[in-house]
């Protein structure tokens, strides 16, 4: 059955070839090559021809504190009000809105500000004039300076100031004169915030402060009507600005305004609005205006997970309703229409599967192999120790399977449940026992719930392994050769023993304490180490064998017994459990 092998000789058959980028993301994680550590190693050999290895992977606050409303001379400072829960609910550029942007206010005195009636400015002269004054700008943008008269300085930018300020001086004091002027403060203003927003009103800031200031002061824009990408500040009736937030999300960009007393910040009302769900970062609503109106668009601002391939659009036309499945570069070009559902997948079957060994065995843990590989084609090339390992008793658990045996078992505790917790009493005795029984019956299902299968196959059988197909995430178990055996369950020292031809199962169990109080000596079963489950008197033991004594059910009901008996005899299967009662 096994062939010498001093290293593993891998064809140049139909499998491994370079298919596709998802072969080469997993080369990344991957071995390149198998070690063969002794000129002991063999080969399983099954029979079956080679298995062509390409890759193999490696080892694998609740609420917001409200602040009071504070006057600033003019127009009031909104309050903070959102909770974690209304901000898990808000549109893509709703999180921008809370509460970061209004606490802190601008100073004005950044070197492009422009000099505002109302602003102080500080000008000091020494030299031939000796002058310490802080001077405010007057309705008609003027300073007026001693012995020099008004000076304009509406307009002028920060950098700016001290030259113009200097220039009128020395049209007076030609020689002789030093001039140094500084801003002192600026003016308040207070803006209007209107359209759809939270709390439309009239708040208080300096002419040097953003958009997103005055909107975060009137309680952020409404997440169910407001625009993100349609804002304007209007002056004396007239557009003098745009705002898109998406552009700031995305890039930063946001428009550079110098308000001034009595300016509106207007928040359109949206007009196209996209849900997004699936395989994204996080489920939001995106806004498209109307050259944005397409799948590539959408793309630009929602995150998807890696590894998506298709796309499906739900919505509604002119014909009638909508639902598209487009491949991913086909939804690049696929139109997208207000109230459009669309949801991302990874819906494409990989070129190639992981599968894990485990127990006696040369080289990596993780293999990746076609899809379309079996057990026997891998085994084949894989090296184990001579006269160390068992390979007729090779096992392989399951994912799948142990899902179907856990659905088994849940839908095994639930007829329980069922049949006999609401089963009626015709007498009081009858009702007594009924008491009992559903006590032990509720314990007993809780506990049973809580065992999770191993998903564990029996696929060698006499020494021959079963040419199955493998799937992604299969763990092949390659066993070393025991000497002991193991028993467990209802006996009072459960332990593992040397294993000894002469002796069978009584004897073992004999040597550790006997049964308990509690066991069923005519249920015990003999787990090998392929995973095969057998009663014990129908079966010879071998080394490495389990014997698993269970437990007797405490009842005189014969049909609950019956069912309690099989749902123990499903967990001793499942999960090599001998649970009681």
């Not at 088994?408 to 009858?430: F, I, K």
């Not at 015990?524 to 995973?531: K, M, P, S």
């Amino acid at each position: 059955m096994y062939s010498t092998a001093q290293s593993l000789k891998i064809s140049t058959s139909r499998f491994f070839t370079q298919k596709s980028s998802v072969l080469g993301l997993l080369g990344a994680l991957i071995f390149a090559s198998l070690p063969v550590e002794t000129a002991e190693a063999i080969s399983i050999n099954t029979g079956t021809g080679g298995l062509e290895m390409q890759e193999q992977a490696a080892p694998l606050p609740e609420t917001a504190v409200d602040t009071p409303n504070t006057n600033w001379k003019t127009g009031t400072y909104g309050p903070h009000i959102k909770t974690r829960e209304e901000l898990g609910k808000l549109p893509y550029g709703g999180h921008l809105f809370s509460g970061g942007f209004r606490g802190v206010r601008a100073d004005g005195l950044n070197p492009d500000y422009k000099i505002a009636p109302g602003d102080l400015i500080t000008l000091r002269l020494w030299g031939a004039v000796e002058i310490e004054r802080v001077l405010p700008v007057d309705a008609q943008g003027y300073i007026f300076i001693p012995s020099v008269g008004p000076v304009k300085v509406q307009g002028a930018s920060q950098q700016n100031l001290n030259a113009r300020v200097k220039s009128a001086i020395q049209s007076i004091y030609p020689e002789n004169v030093n001039v140094y002027t500084n801003l002192q403060g600026v003016q308040p203003v207070a803006v209007f915030v209107t359209g759809e927003v939270r709390n439309p009103g009239r708040y208080a800031g300096t002419p040097n402060d953003s958009v997103l200031y005055f909107l975060d002061q009137a309680g952020g824009i409404d997440p169910q009507l407001g625009s993100f990408r349609s804002i304007r500040v209007i002056r004396n009736n007239k557009t003098l600005n745009n705002a898109d937030l998406y552009r700031f999300l995305k890039e930063g960009q946001l428009p550079t305004v110098q308000f001034r007393d009595g300016d509106t910040v207007v928040v359109g009302r949206r007009q196209s609005a996209v849900t997004v769900a699936g395989d994204v970062e996080r489920e939001l609503q995106y806004e498209l205006i109307s050259n944005e109106n397409t799948g590539k668009s959408l793309l630009q601002y929602a995150r998807v997970k890696p590894g998506i391939t298709h796309v499906l659009v739900r919505g509604v036309r002119e014909s009638g309703l909508l639902a598209k499945y487009y491949s991913l570069s086909d939804f690049e070009k696929a139109g997208l229409k207000n109230g459009d559902e669309v949801l991302f997948s990874a819906d494409q079957q990989g070129d190639t599967i992981v599968v894990q060994v485990e127990g006696s065995y040369y080289g990596p843990s993780r293999y990746a192999l076609p899809n379309d590989a079996s057990l026997t084609e891998l085994l084949n090339n894989i090296q184990v120790p001579q006269a160390l390992t068992d390979t007729g008793s090779v096992s392989l658990r399951r994912v799948s399977v142990a899902d179907r045996q856990k659905a088994s078992l849940q839908e095994s505790l639930r007829r329980l449940e069922t049949t006999y917790l609401g089963a009626p009493s015709s007498t009081p005795d009858e009702a007594s026992i009924r008491v009992k029984e559903a006590e032990l019956i509720s314990n007993f299902v809780k506990r049973a719930a809580l065992i999770e299968p191993n998903g564990r196959m029996v696929v060698a059988n006499n020494g021959k392994v079963a040419d199955i197909r493998l799937q992604d995430g299969d763990i092949i178990t390659i066993p070393e050769t025991s000497d002991s055996l193991l028993i467990s369950g209802e006996v009072l020292v459960p332990q593992a023993t040397v294993y000894q031809g002469n002796s069978d199962v009584m004897d073992y169990i004999e040597r550790s304490g006997g049964f308990t109080q509690h066991a069923d000596a005519e249920n015990i079963l003999v787990v090998r180490l392929n995973g095969e489950v057998r009663k014990a008197t129908d079966v010879d033991l071998q080394p490495g064998d389990e014997i698993l004594v269970l437990p007797v059910v405490p009842t005189k009901n014969l049909q609950l017994a019956t069912s309690l008996t099989q749902i123990i005899y499903q967990l001793a299967i499942a999960a090599k459990v001998a649970i009681d009662l």
